[in-house]
């Protein structure tokens, strides 16, 4: 920060120093370890979608269609009057409930929950209890070869004192 002049006044450098500290605020929050794993975690989510919607559109969608028509997004239910679609897939006449495109986007969430928590959440999840059972192991060994150490200290000093032969 640049030193004030000698007819700065005292609101000048207040609000600079209050700008300087702003812009230090802001530098440490961005270097702060959670926004960069934020950022990446987005960028990863999105890239995951683009997995799941093809897994969706390459294998759920033509399993549905053995059964039915190949595309969820083309099952809809007409509620008021009959309905009339455009070529576009637009409903022009009528009320249609669009029940396709919920069931599609319903399964797209479950796959996506799925695998986060098959391959993300439970390997996780069992890495951290071996490594806190290794971690109490360790612990309770060191506790051990403490508590060892102690008993051999007040046996020699046991040792040394019936040698001098103190009543």
């Keep these: 920060m640049a030193a004030p002049t000698a007819h700065a006044t005292k609101g000048t450098v207040v609000s600079q120093e209050k700008k300087q500290s702003l812009l230090e605020g802001f530098k ?9 794993d934020l950022a990446v975690a987005v960028v990863i989510g999105a890239a995951f979608t683009n997995i799941v919607n093809a ?31 455009s070529e576009g897939g637009e ?13 599609s986007a319903t399964l797209s969430f479950l796959i996506t ?15 951290l209890a071996r490594r806190a059972a290794l971690e109490k192991e360790r612990r309770g060994v060191q506790e051990t070869l403490e ?6 200290l007040k046996e020699i000093r046991d040792a040394l004192v019936a040698q001098r032969g103190t009543p």
Excluded: D, H
């Design 28 to 36: 440490a929050f961005l270097m702060r370890g959670n926004v960069i």
């Design 147 to 152: 508590v060892t150490e102690l008993e051999l």
């Design 55 to 85: 897994i969706v559109r390459g294998v759920i969608s033509p399993v549905v269609g053995a059964f039915g028509t190949k595309s969820l997004e083309s099952y809809r239910s007409c509620l008021k009057g009959p309905c009339r679609v």
């Design 91 to 103: 409903v022009v006449q009528g009320v249609a409930i669009l029940w396709g495109s919920v069931l």
């Design 113 to 127: 929950a799925a695998v986060v928590y098959f391959l993300m959440v439970l390997p996780m999840a069992k890495y």
